[in-house]
């Protein structure tokens, strides 16, 4: 099978598409998926564009080199006799393999209580060296033409949602998991900021699980702002190098604000703030727009870089992290959101309902042999105008 690679042969570009032995299932519950759609991920960009920071603590649970590809829908070719999902079955794959994917029995501390996403063997180098499909090796990935899941991984695709825009599932799922973890108060206002794919994906769940927060999206280009408000945004904010958004951003809360040049603050702000970019500047500003005692949340995979954490203390205000897909034990507002559904599930909810609409947001789709123009396409937004790049092998 064609996959592509991160393996830095070449040294100006660190992916090859290669051909690989296609594997053999792991054990009778697993399944093996034909790839329809394999998203771009910004997550994955960091490895190509180093626009956020390294994050040297994750390095000892990886691998190297890894087959790419972590947003994956397919249709279902092959099953083992113990998957209870059919040949056929159109599917999106969780990318987490937590101990009951490996194996690993008694599970984990975390495994026990459900936080599959915070699993302890992660690192455990059992069935396979990686920790998640898409940073892993010998079982394809969603820049491939096919890979492995076992049926725990498996949630069948409604019929609502196209294969076009199939792939959305998962930067949905990152932020449904995010905003059940430390939930909004619902009516209160929320500012994303960031309108790439994950700040666009947070607005859509909001909408769908927390309905009556009004949202404003804080976007750094012309095209993402007219993306943000084809997605139903209350308020739309485009950044400005002078910081005059600033001025914006208090107006629509009611407060003012302080400082000067570009180390301005509100004094005062929105009372929950999703982080979606992962840079220095977009972390320094969410800690600065968020009210006194307010949440960010921080899903944009910041490493290492410098940010200002005055407000956290200044606005004694908390910064929760988040990661991947899982159980989750809390209710939500909105889109029968209730106790003890896996993010995956709840993020098919919001696409099915059409909060996240292919149309917008799925704007280029190359084959895997055009992978360089893929990726160079999804890094380079502002001379594109990419929003979500998607491959369909």
Known sequence: MRAVVFDMVDP????????????ELPGPSWARIAVTAGGICGSDLHLFAHNTGPSPTLASIGTFPFVLGHETAGRVVEAGPGCSIGAGTRVVVDPCIPCLPRGIDPPCANCARGWTSSCLNLDSRVLTSGRSLGYTQGLGGGWADSVLAHESMLHPLPDAI??????LY???SIACHALMRAMPEDGDPVLVVGAGIIGLAALAALRGLFPHCPVTVLARHPHQAEAAVACGADH??????????????ASLTGTRVVGRKRHQMLMGGFPYVVEAVGSPQSVTEALRAVAHRGTVLLLGAAGIS????TPIWYKEAALVGSIDHTVDASSSPGLAGGP???SVDRALDVLAAG???ESVVVTHEFGLEEYRDAIGTAIDRNRSHAIKV???P
């Open 12 to 23: 100006e570009f660190p992916a090859s598409l290669s051909e690989l032995p296609e594997p």
């Open 162 to 167: 196209g294969d076009r825009g199939a792939s």
């Open 170 to 172: 998962e930067p949905v």
């Open 236 to 249: 739309v904010v485009l950044g400005d190098p002078d910081n005059g958004h600033w001025e914006e951003l």
């Open 306 to 309: 410098e940010v200002d954490l």
């Open 340 to 342: 003890g559904r896996h």
């Open 355 to 357: 909060l996240l609409p």
């Open 390 to 392: 998607v491959f369909r």
